[in-house]
């Protein structure tokens, strides 16, 4: 399978990511792990690549296997900064998780603690709201009820001949 260096291409090109794996019918996931060397491009769809770029030479983007970004973790990585065989330098990588994790559960805790609170008093506000709503409803239909009663009145006067006046 085919390796091109699909973020070269797309800057050459001012293209996004997600145009180009719109245009390439792929998911933009797909073309993301692509990019990152995770999977290689397949070599059935190298002709839908040129169709994108037609008067592009895409040789000039393939990339030789040999030159791939090493995935390993470790001292061995060539891009890592960090060297986590080291037992002191995992000892306080470790120390570091340990800190932030009980941190972010007492932080979480807290927020447990103050989510409680204000779901207990948007249910209450939220109570009262429809107590409110049923008493306006309930007005409503009396309303309209009453309405009706005052046409129904006007026209029994007019059919019987008599003649009313509306005070405003």
Same mark, same amino acid.
């Given at each position: 399978?085919?390796?091109?260096?699909? @973020?070269? #291409?797309?800057?050459?090109? %001012?293209?996004?990511?997600?145009?180009?794996?719109?245009?390439?019918?792929?998911?933009?996931?797909? !073309?993301?792990? =692509?990019?990152? $060397?995770?999977? +290689?491009? +397949?070599?059935?769809?190298? @002709?839908?690549?040129?169709?994108?770029? +037609?008067?592009?030479?895409?040789?000039?983007?393939? =990339?030789?296997?040999?030159?791939?970004?090493?995935?390993?973790?470790?001292?061995?990585?060539?891009? /890592? @900064?960090?060297?986590? %065989?080291? +037992?002191?330098?995992?000892?306080?990588? #470790?120390?570091? =998780?340990? &800190?932030?994790? *009980?941190? /972010?559960?007492?932080?979480? %805790?807290?927020?447990?603690?103050? *989510? *409680?609170? $204000?779901?207990?008093?948007?249910?209450?506000?939220?109570?009262?709201?429809?107590?409110?709503?049923?008493?306006?409803?309930?007005?409503? &239909?009396?309303?309209?009820? #009453?309405?009706?009663?005052?046409?129904? !009145?006007?026209?029994?006067? !007019?059919?019987?001949?008599?003649?009313?006046?509306?005070?405003?």
């Amino acid at each position: 399978m085919a390796r091109y260096d699909f @973020q070269k #291409l797309r800057s050459d090109h %001012n293209i996004t990511q997600k145009e180009l794996a719109d245009k390439l019918k792929l998911s933009q996931g797909f !073309l993301s792990s =692509v990019e990152k $060397w995770r999977n +290689p491009f +397949p070599d059935d769809r190298v @002709q839908d690549l040129q169709a994108v770029f +037609p008067n592009t030479d895409l040789s000039q983007y393939e =990339v030789d296997e040999d030159t791939l970004p090493d995935r390993s973790i470790g001292s061995h990585n060539k891009f /890592s @900064q960090i060297d986590i %065989n080291n +037992p002191e330098v995992l000892k306080k990588l #470790l120390d570091i =998780v340990e &800190k932030c994790t *009980s941190e /972010s559960d007492g932080a979480r %805790n807290a927020e447990t603690s103050e *989510s *409680s609170e $204000w779901r207990k008093r948007y249910d209450k506000v939220c109570a009262e709201l429809d107590a409110v709503r049923s008493e306006r409803d309930k007005y409503m &239909k009396e309303k309209y009820e #009453l309405q009706f009663e005052i046409f129904r !009145l006007k026209e029994l006067l !007019l059919r019987n001949g008599i003649e009313y006046e509306e005070k405003k």
